[in-house]
């Protein structure tokens, strides 16, 4: 019966092509279907043949579980580009036999790289893998496998690496011919340089390179990919097929690297264009370089025309004074929807300057549909970490999850810095050991490299998120363990801030709306930086402080420009915590009769449509600091814009035992040291009074001599009789005053505008107003 069985299954089926996840790409293997294993007679790890345009092979693995009862085959992009063939292709696949080499020739698949040194390592990194004559293929490092793998697959995955970053090389020739493996015996031959073969197509970069952008693929290759690959879809719909593609975004977020990938992977001619290459000194120069440009693509069709940085050579005609300018925009508007009919051919340009674009060139016709690359999420940024850490010996200890949730703000060009950062770390570690004359670094020691998580620790250090690097305040080091005496503003602000950036879905799943603000008030040293500091730590949002000298200029319009550009680039790096201190400095009341009226009135206009605006606030929180609440603009203090007003006061005994533990957390205390007796006695001390307290106290012990050992009880007996509570009584009724007005009285008109109750009162209207 066994014998009946397999005479009469099936040697060959024919599958559709999907994406392998990235994190698993350049190892060699195809996930498979069940169903697909079992007609063919396959067991995960068994070699099998893969054919498109062209034959190439890979070790079968079952599929993962999410694609159940799909009757597909996952390829990484490197097989995909052996067998010529796209995602959403069909393939025929049947079982392999596989022979073990007896010589292979590597060398570079691109040709801005030179190689040298010994093929040992080249042969472990390979072991086991089949390949056959004319495939790319990529050299791999110690990876993570599923536990689900085979134990002998698994071994031949877990192959040392070659080097500390993924190579890929051409496999030039084999012997003997046909699908062979590299084993013991195998002779390896490394040539130091590029080899095309004949009929290849590149890839250097394929969708498996890109990470945290699975939706922008998506809407790309719909755009781009199927207009080339399948034209007659659209004859047949008896539509245009789209002309162009405009992607924009902020620096780093791999723009280019995507439509490098999409003319890779869609088998189309790549014509690169950047701006300052194509301007010309002569008349009429630079239109002819760009019509020469479009001619030659034509004729190379299928073809993809990539723009970079648009805004520079097609900025918008009525801000430029230059005729050349003019006239090359013209030439583009021409070339891109003229009288000439383009066929298999496709405009992508980049930016990250939407706005400066010349606005003809934004319709339908021209640039059909505009796509954002935006600051990848947690999830995306965990694929890109996979990526650039797939030809990297990780130590075993380090936890790329941890990692991802840490690097909120990166982009992908952060964090392949950051990776190039942690592998730097690893080399001066052995740098001591290397002597540089020496033609080779010993085997031995590159087999120790490692990247350890202090590596990576140490580079974020270094690296910061590039979109913040013109606001950029470094990442809060303060957390809630930090901050004490101050229970009930902490926990509004975990509740409105942390709450809504950690777990969006609950909100969403009561129909209910985030707060957009915050108004921290209060006597000044009460700890509201130091809060909206914790908060930006705990929530892990990034923090960008401002204050109302940064914002407010002397030039008409500047001002307000300062603020677009605040709120835009909070925007683009969410989740944001934009803190402005001093607020009642930039948002005075309007009318009041504060400061230069027409400056600040428009910068509260502003301030008011930023928040609560056309343009919704996203993962953007604003916390506003003050001690004088009642100048504030009394529009910014309703539901919608500041939805929470907070009263941080001054603390109360337990708080105040709470802060002096902290302060004195690194001090040398004497055992007759009382903390609970200086809480009690030091009524109405804020945050920095305590502080202030606790390093005189150490001022005094160095007094008695430069050798003190530890800090006494009289020496805070001392530091008591030199500093004082800051905080007035006749201020803590003022801020009652205060706090009840908010929370209880409307805003009323005056001849000067409007006003709070009680604003009138602060200002020495009753005698008792205090100057604070």
């Known amino acids: ?40 007679g396959l067991n995960e790890g068994d070699v099998i043949e893969i054919v498109g345009k062209r034959s190439t092979t890979a070790r079968a693995l079952r599929p993962y579980p999410d694609d159940a009862g799909l009757d597909i085959i996952r390829l990484d992009g490197l097989q995909r580009s052996n067998a010529r063939v796209g995602s959403g292709d069909y393939v025929e696949v049947k079982k392999a036999e596989s022979k073990a080499a007896t010589r292979v020739v590597f060398a570079p698949a691109t040709d801005n790289i030179r190689l040298q040194g010994s093929a040992i390592a080249l042969k472990r990194s390979f072991a086991g893998r089949p390949v056959t004559e004319g495939d790319v293929v990529a050299t791999t490092g110690h990876q993570r496998i599923d536990s689900n793998i085979p134990e002998e697959v698994r071994q031949m995955l877990n192959a040392p690496a070659f080097a500390l970053h993924e190579v890929r090389l051409n496999v030039v020739s084999t012997t003997p011919k046909g699908i062979v493996h590299v084993d013991a015996n195998t002779q390896i031959e490394l040539l130091p340089e590029y080899a095309k073969g004949e009929g290849e197509r590149r890839a250097d970069v394929t969708y498996d390179d890109l990470g945290g952008m699975r939706d922008t693929i998506d809407a790309l290759r719909e755009m781009v990919e199927l207009p080339l690959r399948h034209p007659e879809l659209f004859q047949r719909l008896g539509v245009d097929p789209p002309k162009g593609v405009l992607l924009h975004g902020p620096p780093g977020t791999g723009k280019t690297r995507l439509a490098r990938a999409v003319a890779n992977e869609s088998d189309a001619k790549f014509f690169h264009i950047a701006g300052p290459e194509i301007m010309g000194s002569a008349y009429g120069e630079s239109e002819k370089k760009l019509r020469e440009l479009f001619e030659q693509a034509a004729e190379s069709a299928p073809s993809i025309i990539f723009i970079d940085e648009i805004d520079s050579i097609a900025p918008k005609r009525s801000q430029v004074t230059g005729e050349a300018e003019k006239r090359l925009v013209a030439q583009l508007l021409s070339l891109m929807d003229g009288l000439e009919p383009r066929q ?104 120790a490299l490692s990247v350890e998580p202090h590596d990576f620790i140490n580079a974020l250090k270094r690296v910061q998120p590039s979109a913040m690097r013109e606001v950029m305040v470094e990442t809060p080091s303060v957390n809630w363990d930090d901050v004490g005496g101050l229970d009930a503003a902490r926990d509004r602000l975990r509740e409105g801030v942390e709450l809504p950036l950690k777990h969006p879905e609950a909100f969403r799943r009561l129909g209910i709306r985030p707060a957009k603000g915050f108004l921290l008030y209060g006597p000044p040293g009460t700890g509201k930086t130091l809060l909206a500091k914790a908060t930006a730590r705990e929530s892990e949002a990034n923090f960008i402080a401002t204050k109302s000298s940064d914002l407010l200029s002397k030039w008409y319009g500047e001002s307000e420009q300062q603020i677009a550009r605040l709120f835009a680039r909070a925007r683009q790096v969410a989740p944001t915590i934009i803190f402005i201190d001093e607020l009642d400095s930039l948002v005075p009341a309007r009318g009041a009769g504060l400061g230069e009226p027409q400056v600040t009135e428009r910068v509260v206009n502003t301030i008011l449509a930023e928040m609560d605006g056309l343009e919704e606030l996203n993962n953007v929180v604003v916390i506003g600091a003050t001690n004088r609440p009642n100048l504030i603009d009394p529009a910014l203090l309703r539901p919608g814009r500041l939805d929470e007003l907070i009263y941080v006061g001054t603390p109360d005994t337990a708080g105040r035992r709470r802060i002096l533990a902290i302060h004195t957390e690194e001090m040398p205390l004497a055992k007759d040291v009382d903390l609970e007796s200086l809480a009690q006695r030091t009524e109405r001390f804020t945050g920095a009074d305590l502080e202030d307290l606790v390093r005189r106290a150490g001022l005094t012990a160095l007094r008695r001599g430069l050798e003190a050992k530890e800090v006494t009880m009289a020496d805070f007996e001392a530091a008591l009789t030199e500093t004082r509570a800051s905080v007035t009584p006749e201020m803590l009724d003022e801020y009652e005053r205060i706090q009840r007005t908010l929370k209880s009285e409307a805003v009323r008109p005056t001849g000067i505008g409007f006003v709070l109750p009680g604003m009138l009162r602060s200002r020495g209207g009753d005698g008792k107003g205090s100057d604070h």
Not at 5 to 22: C, G, I, M, S, W
Not at 385 to 400: F, K, N
């Open 1 to 40: 019966m066994a014998d009946t069985d397999t005479l009469e299954r099936p040697t060959t089926a024919r599958v559709q092509v999907a994406n392998l996840p990235p994190a698993d790409g350049g190892r060699g293997f195809a996930r498979l279907s069940l169903n697909l294993m079992k007609s063919l």
């Open 344 to 447: 298999n051919l496709v405009v992508i340009a980049a930016t990250n300057r939407p706005e400066a674009i010349d606005e003809a060139l934004r319709r339908p016709g021209r640039f059909d549909r505009e796509i954002v690359v935006g600051v990848p999420d947690e999830k995306g940024r965990r694929e890109i970490l996979g990526i650039h850490t797939r030809g990297m010996p990780l130590s075993a200890e380090v936890d790329l999850d941890e990692l991802a949730r840490q690097t909120y703000g990166f982009v992908g060009a952060d964090l392949a810095a950051l990776t190039r950062e942690a592998a730097l770390e690893a080399v001066r570690r052995i740098m001591p050991r290397l002597n540089l004359e020496d033609e080779a670094i010993p085997t031995e020691i590159l087999d």
